[in-house]
């Protein structure tokens, strides 16, 4: 069993940054794929960015070019660098890993785009 454990939010002006951090209680070094979700007061939760083992990143049209996935192994941790943000990126932020068949989630950080 992993247990995952999101950092990073908090209140930015838009135009800002926050790196997400999503620290695993455990080894994720066999993962199928990360991902960041996110869910925004009213709507449903979307997928944000992934990556997939192999490397290969993708990410939603309303992100490209402002935010980038990626990961340390090593300590366990997939992060978020957001940039560029804007009130439409304030949602809670999901840290999703799948590994051996699993599925695990994090407890969700809030991220607030505002002036």
């Known amino acids: 069993q992993v247990q995952l454990v999101e950092s990073g939010g908090g209140l930015v002006q838009p135009g800002g940054s926050l790196r997400l951090s999503c620290a695993a209680s455990?080894?994720?070094?066999?993962?199928?794929?990360m991902a960041w979700y996110r869910q925004a007061p009213g709507k449903q939760r979307e997928l944000v960015a992934t990556?997939?083992?192999?490397?290969?990143?993708n990410y939603a049209d309303s992100v490209k070019g402002r935010f980038a996935i990626s990961s340390d192994i090593a300590k366990n941790t997939v992060y978020l660098q957001m940039n560029s943000l804007n009130p439409e990126d304030t949602a809670v932020y999901y840290c999703?890993?799948?590994?051996?068949?699993?599925?695990?989630w994090g407890q969700g950080t809030q991220v607030t785009v505002s002036s």
């Open positions: 990556i997939i083992s192999g490397g290969s990143k």
């Open positions: 455990g080894s994720i070094l066999r993962f199928s794929a």
């Open positions: 999703n890993i799948k590994q051996y068949g699993n599925s695990y």
